[in-house]
């Protein structure tokens, strides 16, 4: 998969417990590396109660990690022209060390400082192709001329580009996906929901690779990760609600029961022959008591051995589930 690499295990930093300070934050990281995360996420959506701003978050944890992928996840219009996420992202890239980064674009903003509106396209899908590629070109490290429609460039040169230059992953949160086009500019494909919403975004992902000429059998691209839940029976009192099928089309109906392995694994199994080849999950299970490496997870007693212990479960039953199709 080139500069993608394989991602399995993510962690969604924001998608847990709300941190006091940075040093949480690098803490938590600092626990998933060490048990069986291979990446974490931050929600680039600053103004929707998040506790730090992504791009300054993620540059942080660049140099407090040393293994993780780091990626953001990006929700519709976040607010950003494409030149500076473009620009941002590459530092981040370039702190870890390079090579480390998997760079989510959205649609932004429809005027900036490097880019004039020339659209009131707000929602189409033809404006994230076109960020995507402004951000993969300014990528690349040569003078980028863009004339529009949404956003012009003329000249505009992303130096230094991250390690992998062009070829650095982009990922698209699921919810911007309604055609091929999308899965076509992107790499990475974000999917909430049940294993049948999965399906459904994998099948766009083979119809992109086709149309990219890309072959969908040999380099698995555009790759698709399930983002969700992952709990502990104890943090509420009782087993988790486990639904392999989804439930109706809330996206938070599919949850990996860590109390329960054998239905976890039944769950990322469903998922894996949907299609994703990864999980990106928001760990919850804050319990009281005194924290050991044998005790329960509801009697765990701050996060960062939540994080283990979910790594010590998933990171196994991701690789017996998803590894053999890798």
Known sequence: MGALGTVRLGLDLFGGVVPESFEDVARWAATAEANGFDSVWVTDDSLGGAAFEAMTLLGGLAVR???LRLGTIVPPGPGRTPAITAKALSTIDLLSGGGRLLAGVGAGQLAGPHGDAGSNDDSGDGRLVEALAIVRALFG?????????????????????PAHGSATPLVVEVAQVR???????ADVLVVRGSPDRVAEVATVAQVAAIGSHRDPSALRQPVVLWRGRAVFAGAHGGRAACHPRGVGADPLATVLDLSHPEVCAGTVRALGQAGASGVIVAVEGVGQGESSSTA???????YDDVIAAAGRVLSVVVADELGRAG
């Open 296 to 302: 329960r997870p509801e009697e765990l007693a701050d």
């Open 65 to 67: 990690t040393s293994t």
């Open 179 to 185: 055609s091929t086009a999308v899965a076509e500019a």
């Open 141 to 161: 490290g040569e003078p980028v001329s863009s004339p529009g429609p949404t956003w012009r460039l003329a000249g505009a040169v992303n130096q230094p580009p």
